[in-house]
Protein backbone atom coordinates (compact mmCIF):
# COMPACT_ATOMS: atom_id res chain seq x y z
CA UNK A 1 0.00 0.00 0.00
CA UNK A 2 1.58 3.43 -1.02
CA UNK A 3 1.25 6.42 0.78
CA UNK A 4 -1.64 7.84 -1.74
CA UNK A 5 -3.59 5.09 -0.82
CA UNK A 6 -3.07 5.16 3.03
CA UNK A 7 -4.37 9.09 2.75
CA UNK A 8 -7.48 8.17 0.82
CA UNK A 9 -8.55 5.25 2.89
CA UNK A 10 -7.48 7.55 6.37
CA UNK A 11 -10.41 9.90 3.91
CA UNK A 12 -12.93 7.19 4.73
CA UNK A 13 -15.54 8.11 6.68
CA UNK A 14 -15.78 4.28 8.25
CA UNK A 15 -11.99 4.17 8.45
CA UNK A 16 -12.12 7.44 10.05
CA UNK A 17 -14.70 6.30 12.28
CA UNK A 18 -13.01 3.16 13.34
CA UNK A 19 -9.44 5.06 14.28
CA UNK A 20 -11.76 7.11 16.15
CA UNK A 21 -13.23 4.16 18.08
CA UNK A 22 -9.49 2.97 18.89
CA UNK A 23 -8.50 6.11 20.41
CA UNK A 24 -11.77 6.11 22.18
CA UNK A 25 -12.17 2.91 23.59
CA UNK A 26 -8.40 1.88 23.51
CA UNK A 27 -6.65 -1.23 22.39
CA UNK A 28 -9.75 -3.85 23.29
CA UNK A 29 -12.24 -2.38 21.36
CA UNK A 30 -13.64 -5.09 19.06
CA UNK A 31 -13.82 -5.21 14.81
CA UNK A 32 -16.65 -3.96 13.36
CA UNK A 33 -18.67 -5.52 10.69
CA UNK A 34 -18.76 -3.97 7.61
CA UNK A 35 -20.58 -4.81 4.19
CA UNK A 36 -19.65 -4.03 0.60
CA UNK A 37 -16.51 -2.82 1.05
CA UNK A 38 -13.74 -2.73 -0.95
CA UNK A 39 -10.51 -4.86 -0.13
CA UNK A 40 -8.01 -2.60 0.44
CA UNK A 41 -10.48 -0.93 3.16
CA UNK A 42 -11.29 -4.99 4.55
CA UNK A 43 -7.07 -5.07 4.92
CA UNK A 44 -6.99 -1.17 5.92
CA UNK A 45 -9.79 -2.39 8.89
CA UNK A 46 -8.29 -5.98 9.80
CA UNK A 47 -5.25 -4.36 10.58
CA UNK A 48 -6.83 -1.51 12.90
CA UNK A 49 -7.85 -4.49 14.77
CA UNK A 50 -4.76 -5.96 15.16
CA UNK A 51 -3.42 -4.99 19.00
CA UNK A 52 -0.21 -3.44 17.84
CA UNK A 53 -1.51 -1.54 15.21
CA UNK A 54 -3.59 -0.48 17.36
CA UNK A 55 -1.03 0.33 20.61
CA UNK A 56 0.97 2.12 17.25
CA UNK A 57 -1.72 4.57 16.37
CA UNK A 58 -2.80 5.30 20.36
CA UNK A 59 1.19 6.35 20.50
CA UNK A 60 1.15 8.71 17.67
CA UNK A 61 -1.54 9.93 18.77
CA UNK A 62 -0.60 10.85 22.06
CA UNK A 63 2.48 12.12 20.80
CA UNK A 64 3.11 15.47 20.53
CA UNK A 65 3.10 15.45 17.37
CA UNK A 66 0.39 17.34 15.49
CA UNK A 67 -1.10 15.68 12.67
CA UNK A 68 -3.61 18.00 10.52
CA UNK A 69 -6.58 16.12 9.55
CA UNK A 70 -8.24 16.95 5.69
CA UNK A 71 -12.13 16.76 4.71
CA UNK A 72 -13.14 13.41 3.33
CA UNK A 73 -14.91 15.04 0.56
CA UNK A 74 -11.53 16.96 -0.48
CA UNK A 75 -8.63 14.82 -0.03
CA UNK A 76 -5.64 17.19 -0.79
CA UNK A 77 -2.42 16.00 -2.24
CA UNK A 78 -0.11 14.91 0.05
CA UNK A 79 2.75 17.85 -1.65
CA UNK A 80 -0.07 20.07 -0.39
CA UNK A 81 -1.22 18.90 2.95
CA UNK A 82 1.24 20.66 5.31
CA UNK A 83 -1.21 23.73 4.58
CA UNK A 84 -4.71 21.76 5.47
CA UNK A 85 -5.91 23.36 8.55
CA UNK A 86 -7.39 20.92 11.47
CA UNK A 87 -10.66 20.10 11.18
CA UNK A 88 -12.95 19.24 13.41
CA UNK A 89 -16.15 17.25 13.05
CA UNK A 90 -19.44 18.37 15.28
CA UNK A 91 -20.75 14.94 16.87
CA UNK A 92 -24.25 14.25 15.94
CA UNK A 93 -26.64 14.14 18.46
CA UNK A 94 -29.25 11.43 19.00
CA UNK A 95 -32.51 13.76 18.08
CA UNK A 96 -34.99 10.68 17.87
CA UNK A 97 -35.66 10.60 21.39
CA UNK A 98 -35.21 14.48 22.17
CA UNK A 99 -32.48 12.97 24.33
CA UNK A 100 -29.75 15.31 22.73
CA UNK A 101 -31.24 18.08 24.54
CA UNK A 102 -31.63 16.38 27.95
CA UNK A 103 -28.33 14.61 27.65
CA UNK A 104 -25.98 17.27 28.19
CA UNK A 105 -27.81 18.59 31.60
CA UNK A 106 -27.52 15.23 32.41
CA UNK A 107 -24.00 14.62 32.06
CA UNK A 108 -23.10 18.01 34.13
CA UNK A 109 -25.40 17.37 36.73
CA UNK A 110 -23.41 13.80 37.29
CA UNK A 111 -20.15 15.27 36.85
CA UNK A 112 -20.29 18.20 38.83
CA UNK A 113 -22.00 16.53 41.60
CA UNK A 114 -19.18 14.37 41.38
CA UNK A 115 -15.86 16.30 40.86
CA UNK A 116 -16.69 18.84 43.89
CA UNK A 117 -16.74 16.11 46.03
CA UNK A 118 -13.99 15.58 48.10
CA UNK A 119 -11.42 12.24 47.44
CA UNK A 120 -12.71 9.47 49.92
CA UNK A 121 -10.78 8.49 53.07
CA UNK A 122 -8.58 5.51 52.06
CA UNK A 123 -10.47 2.06 52.57
CA UNK A 124 -10.32 0.82 56.29
CA UNK A 125 -8.18 -2.03 56.47
CA UNK A 126 -9.80 -3.15 59.71
CA UNK A 127 -13.36 -3.49 59.93
CA UNK A 128 -13.34 -1.62 63.49
CA UNK A 129 -16.70 -1.48 65.34
CA UNK A 130 -15.49 1.49 67.50
CA UNK A 131 -15.22 3.67 64.04
CA UNK A 132 -17.32 7.04 64.63
CA UNK A 133 -19.13 8.08 61.60
CA UNK A 134 -20.50 5.58 59.80
CA UNK A 135 -19.02 5.12 56.86
CA UNK A 136 -20.45 3.54 53.34
CA UNK A 137 -16.65 2.00 53.15
CA UNK A 138 -17.36 -0.84 55.96
CA UNK A 139 -20.22 -1.82 53.92
CA UNK A 140 -18.53 -2.25 50.28
CA UNK A 141 -15.88 -3.39 48.37
CA UNK A 142 -14.23 -2.27 44.65
CA UNK A 143 -13.80 -5.32 42.44
CA UNK A 144 -13.19 -5.39 38.97
CA UNK A 145 -15.60 -5.94 36.42
CA UNK A 146 -15.87 -5.92 32.66
CA UNK A 147 -17.98 -3.24 30.82
CA UNK A 148 -20.18 -4.61 28.03
CA UNK A 149 -20.18 -1.76 25.94
CA UNK A 150 -16.93 -0.87 25.67
CA UNK A 151 -15.36 -4.56 27.17
CA UNK A 152 -12.33 -2.64 29.17
CA UNK A 153 -11.95 -3.20 33.07
CA UNK A 154 -13.91 -1.02 35.37
CA UNK A 155 -13.71 -0.48 38.62
CA UNK A 156 -17.15 -1.26 40.57
CA UNK A 157 -18.11 -0.50 44.17
CA UNK A 158 -20.23 -3.38 45.24
CA UNK A 159 -22.07 -4.05 48.64
CA UNK A 160 -21.10 -7.00 51.04
CA UNK A 161 -23.69 -9.78 50.88
CA UNK A 162 -23.79 -10.33 54.50
CA UNK A 163 -25.94 -7.29 55.58
CA UNK A 164 -28.37 -7.83 58.01
CA UNK A 165 -31.53 -6.11 57.10
CA UNK A 166 -33.39 -4.22 59.88
CA UNK A 167 -36.81 -4.05 58.57
CA UNK A 168 -38.27 -4.54 55.46
CA UNK A 169 -41.41 -2.08 54.01
CA UNK A 170 -44.64 -3.61 51.78
CA UNK A 171 -43.12 -2.86 48.48
CA UNK A 172 -40.32 -4.68 49.27
CA UNK A 173 -37.38 -2.15 50.24
CA UNK A 174 -35.02 -3.09 52.70
CA UNK A 175 -33.69 -1.27 55.51
CA UNK A 176 -30.40 -1.44 56.75
CA UNK A 177 -28.66 0.26 60.03
CA UNK A 178 -26.28 3.40 58.88
CA UNK A 179 -26.34 1.57 55.51
CA UNK A 180 -28.33 1.90 52.02
CA UNK A 181 -26.87 -0.41 49.24
CA UNK A 182 -29.70 0.74 46.75
CA UNK A 183 -27.15 3.68 46.35
CA UNK A 184 -24.91 1.40 44.48
CA UNK A 185 -27.23 -0.30 42.66
CA UNK A 186 -25.97 1.04 39.13
CA UNK A 187 -23.07 0.23 37.96
CA UNK A 188 -20.82 2.66 36.10
CA UNK A 189 -18.42 2.35 33.47
CA UNK A 190 -15.17 4.80 34.12
CA UNK A 191 -13.77 3.95 30.67
CA UNK A 192 -16.95 4.75 28.61
CA UNK A 193 -19.83 6.58 30.81
CA UNK A 194 -22.48 3.24 30.47
CA UNK A 195 -24.55 3.05 33.48
CA UNK A 196 -27.04 0.42 34.36
CA UNK A 197 -28.49 -1.75 37.03
CA UNK A 198 -25.90 -4.61 38.55
CA UNK A 199 -28.11 -7.28 36.63
CA UNK A 200 -28.19 -5.22 33.13
CA UNK A 201 -24.83 -4.29 33.21
CA UNK A 202 -23.61 -8.21 33.57
CA UNK A 203 -26.15 -9.48 31.06
CA UNK A 204 -26.32 -10.24 27.58
CA UNK A 205 -26.71 -7.34 24.89
CA UNK A 206 -28.20 -7.38 21.37
CA UNK A 207 -25.59 -6.06 18.92
CA UNK A 208 -27.44 -3.55 18.09
CA UNK A 209 -27.80 -2.31 21.67
CA UNK A 210 -24.17 -2.32 22.10
CA UNK A 211 -23.40 -0.95 19.04
CA UNK A 212 -25.81 1.96 19.32
CA UNK A 213 -24.52 2.85 22.85
CA UNK A 214 -20.93 2.95 21.64
CA UNK A 215 -21.31 5.24 18.86
CA UNK A 216 -23.40 7.62 21.14
CA UNK A 217 -20.52 7.35 23.83
CA UNK A 218 -17.74 8.22 21.52
CA UNK A 219 -19.78 11.38 20.27
CA UNK A 220 -20.74 12.23 23.63
CA UNK A 221 -18.17 12.25 26.96
CA UNK A 222 -20.39 10.91 29.49
CA UNK A 223 -17.56 9.89 31.75
CA UNK A 224 -17.28 10.58 35.89
CA UNK A 225 -14.75 10.27 37.90
CA UNK A 226 -14.95 7.38 39.77
CA UNK A 227 -15.85 7.39 43.56
CA UNK A 228 -15.79 4.75 46.29
CA UNK A 229 -19.22 6.53 48.34
CA UNK A 230 -22.10 7.76 46.68
CA UNK A 231 -24.51 10.78 48.58
CA UNK A 232 -28.34 10.10 47.74
CA UNK A 233 -28.13 12.71 45.34
CA UNK A 234 -25.39 11.44 43.25
CA UNK A 235 -26.62 7.98 43.33
CA UNK A 236 -29.97 9.48 41.91
CA UNK A 237 -28.07 10.97 39.08
CA UNK A 238 -26.50 7.67 38.10
CA UNK A 239 -30.10 5.83 38.56
CA UNK A 240 -31.23 8.45 35.82
CA UNK A 241 -28.21 7.93 33.73
CA UNK A 242 -29.15 4.36 33.39
CA UNK A 243 -32.78 5.50 32.94
CA UNK A 244 -31.78 7.38 29.70
CA UNK A 245 -30.00 4.50 28.83
CA UNK A 246 -32.54 2.17 28.70
CA UNK A 247 -34.82 4.88 27.34
CA UNK A 248 -32.49 5.56 24.59
CA UNK A 249 -31.56 2.07 23.38
CA UNK A 250 -33.89 -0.55 24.95
CA UNK A 251 -37.05 1.09 25.39
CA UNK A 252 -37.99 -1.55 28.47
CA UNK A 253 -40.63 0.06 30.53
CA UNK A 254 -40.67 -2.61 33.19
CA UNK A 255 -37.12 -2.13 34.09
CA UNK A 256 -37.28 1.38 34.00
CA UNK A 257 -40.30 0.70 36.53
CA UNK A 258 -37.78 -1.21 38.33
CA UNK A 259 -35.50 1.97 38.23
CA UNK A 260 -37.68 4.41 39.37
CA UNK A 261 -39.42 2.08 42.28
CA UNK A 262 -35.57 2.44 43.85
CA UNK A 263 -34.89 6.15 43.02
CA UNK A 264 -38.27 6.10 45.32
CA UNK A 265 -36.61 3.91 48.33
CA UNK A 266 -33.74 6.08 47.88
CA UNK A 267 -35.92 9.00 48.85
CA UNK A 268 -38.09 7.50 51.27
CA UNK A 269 -34.69 6.41 53.57
CA UNK A 270 -33.71 10.08 52.86
CA UNK A 271 -37.36 10.74 53.82
CA UNK A 272 -37.79 13.03 50.69
CA UNK A 273 -41.60 12.00 51.08
CA UNK A 274 -42.95 14.58 47.61
CA UNK A 275 -40.03 13.17 45.70
CA UNK A 276 -40.75 10.05 47.09
CA UNK A 277 -44.55 9.56 45.74
CA UNK A 278 -43.49 11.32 42.40
CA UNK A 279 -41.55 8.14 41.71
CA UNK A 280 -43.45 5.76 43.02
CA UNK A 281 -45.77 7.12 40.90
CA UNK A 282 -43.87 6.62 37.64
CA UNK A 283 -42.98 3.22 38.27
CA UNK A 284 -46.50 2.22 38.75
CA UNK A 285 -47.65 3.92 35.01
CA UNK A 286 -44.16 2.72 33.69
CA UNK A 287 -45.05 -1.20 34.80
CA UNK A 288 -48.64 -0.43 34.04
CA UNK A 289 -47.67 -0.13 30.21
CA UNK A 290 -45.01 -2.98 30.61
CA UNK A 291 -47.37 -5.16 32.16
CA UNK A 292 -49.62 -4.59 29.05
CA UNK A 293 -46.97 -5.07 25.90
CA UNK A 294 -43.49 -6.92 27.19
CA UNK A 295 -43.01 -10.39 28.44
CA UNK A 296 -42.20 -11.43 31.88
CA UNK A 297 -39.64 -12.47 33.42
CA UNK A 298 -37.71 -9.18 32.87
CA UNK A 299 -34.63 -9.17 35.23
CA UNK A 300 -35.28 -10.87 38.28
CA UNK A 301 -38.71 -9.65 38.24
CA UNK A 302 -41.99 -12.05 37.35
CA UNK A 303 -45.41 -10.28 36.10
CA UNK A 304 -47.20 -11.36 39.30
CA UNK A 305 -44.49 -9.20 41.07
CA UNK A 306 -44.85 -6.41 38.60
CA UNK A 307 -48.46 -6.80 39.65
CA UNK A 308 -47.79 -6.45 43.25
CA UNK A 309 -45.48 -3.68 42.45
CA UNK A 310 -48.27 -1.61 40.67
CA UNK A 311 -51.13 -2.20 43.29
CA UNK A 312 -48.93 -1.32 46.10
CA UNK A 313 -47.63 1.62 45.10
CA UNK A 314 -50.84 2.86 44.43
CA UNK A 315 -52.30 2.12 48.07
CA UNK A 316 -49.30 4.13 49.15
CA UNK A 317 -50.40 6.97 47.10
CA UNK A 318 -53.89 6.36 48.40
CA UNK A 319 -55.54 5.51 45.08
CA UNK A 320 -57.36 3.05 46.29
CA UNK A 321 -59.60 1.75 42.96
CA UNK A 322 -56.40 1.59 41.25
CA UNK A 323 -54.58 -0.57 43.96
CA UNK A 324 -57.84 -3.13 44.27
CA UNK A 325 -57.72 -3.36 40.46
CA UNK A 326 -54.74 -5.08 40.37
CA UNK A 327 -54.76 -6.87 43.79
CA UNK A 328 -57.84 -8.85 42.60
CA UNK A 329 -55.80 -9.99 39.39
CA UNK A 330 -53.36 -11.51 42.23
CA UNK A 331 -55.81 -12.81 45.07
CA UNK A 332 -58.13 -13.62 42.17
CA UNK A 333 -55.56 -16.27 40.99
CA UNK A 334 -55.66 -19.11 43.17
CA UNK A 335 -52.53 -20.92 41.28
CA UNK A 336 -50.54 -17.93 42.73
CA UNK A 337 -50.90 -19.04 46.19
CA UNK A 338 -48.71 -21.63 44.96
CA UNK A 339 -46.92 -20.16 42.68
CA UNK A 340 -46.18 -16.73 44.74
CA UNK A 341 -46.88 -17.54 48.21
CA UNK A 342 -45.94 -14.73 49.73
CA UNK A 343 -47.05 -12.31 47.27
CA UNK A 344 -50.30 -13.61 47.00
CA UNK A 345 -50.56 -13.71 51.03
CA UNK A 346 -49.43 -9.65 51.18
CA UNK A 347 -51.59 -8.97 48.65
CA UNK A 348 -54.67 -10.84 50.35
CA UNK A 349 -53.56 -8.31 53.66
CA UNK A 350 -53.37 -5.16 51.39
CA UNK A 351 -56.36 -5.96 50.35
CA UNK A 352 -58.40 -6.45 53.30
CA UNK A 353 -57.19 -3.55 54.57
CA UNK A 354 -58.99 -1.80 51.73
CA UNK A 355 -62.39 -2.84 52.25
CA UNK A 356 -61.96 -2.57 55.95
CA UNK A 357 -61.10 0.80 54.67
CA UNK A 358 -63.81 1.10 52.63
CA UNK A 359 -67.09 -0.49 55.23
CA UNK A 360 -65.60 1.90 58.06
CA UNK A 361 -66.23 4.99 55.52
ZN1 LIG B 1 -17.38 0.96 29.34
Redesign the pocket.
Known amino acids: MVKEELLTLLHDEEVRRKIVEIVR?GVKSPASKSARIAAMKIDLLFLLCDGDIREEILKIVQSDDKISAQSAKNPVKPKTSAKATPQTEKPKQITSTGADTDIMALRNKIRSRLTNKPAPEPSPVVEDEKVDEPSDLKFTYISEKI??????K?RIVQCKTRLVADTLDIDFCMHYKNFNPYLYTIWV??????AADETRFQDRYADKVRKGVRKF?SENDMRTPFVETRTAEEALAFYESAIFFNETFEMSKGRQGGLYQKMAWICRIEGDVEREKEYLLKAAELYEVSLDSERYPIGKVSDTAATYIVAVNYFMLKEYDKASYYLNQIVGNPNLRSTAPKIHEKARHIWQDIRAMKIKK
Do not use: A, R, S, W
Not at 189 to 194: A, L, S, V
Open positions: FCPICEETCEKCGYL
